[in-house]
């Protein structure tokens, strides 16, 4: 039988902090601000 | 495969261990948090800002029922529960995500679950948008993009076609990468256990061990064929390692007892001799393999008047 070697799980690369702030600051934008909308619109 | 250890083995280790029997007989396995959740303090806040953000939907939902909309009301709904599943299964992914850095056998769940997260927060989002505040189509895609776009910046998507954790061909492949699997499932539990110690000597003990078991496996998946004659080691003694580790993390929490610290200590001592003699006899095989190889090669080369 043969060698069973499992790839390697290299950590996944994780964005530099400013990227991951300014995507959080989109989904602010975008789910919280709909979700605000919503509750006004009543 | 390994499965459930023969009783009749699993006796004969706490006969041979000192202080085991007792130990075993006093402390009764039990689950605890995800490894992942312990290793890292912080892990367990990650990803909740999707849970956070769609909260305000929930009042409106109820106000929207409350005044008797009820197109309105089933928007809101929808959208929450859209946006809530988006962040429950990207918190989910990025658990997953964290397990698999630590782990090289067990077989992990292979669904997208971060990117499959990330879709139901964008298609949410846009849902939201369109049903449940009334903008047009255009304005409701802008909003999943951006929804999307944040996603991805903050969390990321996975990347398409990940690999397989094996290359298992054939049936017997198949069985040996199982057992590999399960056995570094029990060292992963032993590890946990050692988070939660508070001894640093015998928490450096238990590490120091679950390398050793690392070091076997490794050995192993090197030559699968080395499965046969590791198979007590992965059905008895990771077994037994296991509970008492966890028995004993359990244990001292509770209450702090000398005899217990000594005993556990006499069982450590114990399992590192069996793993470094188990791992010894792996390489002693793979010696004695080498010399019959060398064996072989110097028959043939007198054989042909080269020796």
Aim: glycine fraction near 8%; include cysteine; proline fraction near 6%.
């Amino acid at each position: 039988m043969s060698e069973l070697r499992p790839p390697s799980t290299p950590p996944s690369p994780r964005r530099p902090l400013a990227l991951r702030m300014l995507g959080m600051l989109l989904l602010v934008w975008s789910v919280g601000l709909v979700s605000c909308q919503a509750l006004f619109v009543l | 495969m390994i499965g459930r250890p023969d009783p009749r083995r699993t006796r004969r280790l706490k006969d041979s261990i000192p202080g085991l029997q007792s130990m075993l007989g006093r402390l009764p396995t039990v689950r605890t948090a995800p490894v992942e959740d312990r290793l890292v303090p912080w892990a367990g806040l990650e990803g909740l800002l999707l849970y956070i953000l769609p909260l305000p939907l929930l009042p409106g939902a109820i106000v929207e029922l409350a005044v008797g909309r009820l197109d309105t009301f089933l928007a809101d709904s929808m959208g929450f529960a859209l946006l809530m599943a988006g962040g429950w299964l990207t918190r989910r992914g990025i658990r997953a995500a964290r397990a698999e850095q630590q782990v090289r056998f067990v077989r992990l769940q292979r669904w997208p679950l971060k990117s499959l997260g990330g879709a139901l927060t964008a298609i949410g989002a846009g849902v939201t948008a369109h049903l449940a505040v009334g903008h047009g189509i255009p304005i409701s895609l802008a909003f999943a993009g951006i929804a999307a776009l944040g996603f991805h910046l903050a969390y990321g998507f996975e990347p398409l076609g990940r690999p397989r954790p094996f290359d298992i061909g054939d049936e017997r492949a198949r069985q040996v990468a199982n057992a590999l699997g399960e056995a570094e499932a029990r060292l992963l539990d032993v590890e946990r256990s050692a988070t939660a110690m508070t001894n640093p000597e015998l928490k450096s003990r238990v590490r120091r061990i679950s390398a050793q078991g690392r070091a076997i496996l490794d050995q192993i998946a090197e030559r699968p064929t080395d499965l046969f004659r590791a198979r007590k080691f992965l059905n008895v003694y990771l077994e037994g390692v296991q509970q008492v580790a966890e028995g004993y993390a359990r244990a001292h929490r509770q209450a702090d007892s000398q005899e217990l610290e000594q005993s556990f200590r006499n069982v450590l001592v114990t399992v590192e001799e069996v793993f470094e003699e188990q791992r010894q006899r792996l390489i002693k095989t793979d010696l004695m393999d080498l010399d019959v190889q060398i064996e072989v090669l110097k028959k043939q080369l007198q054989r042909e008047g080269i020796a």
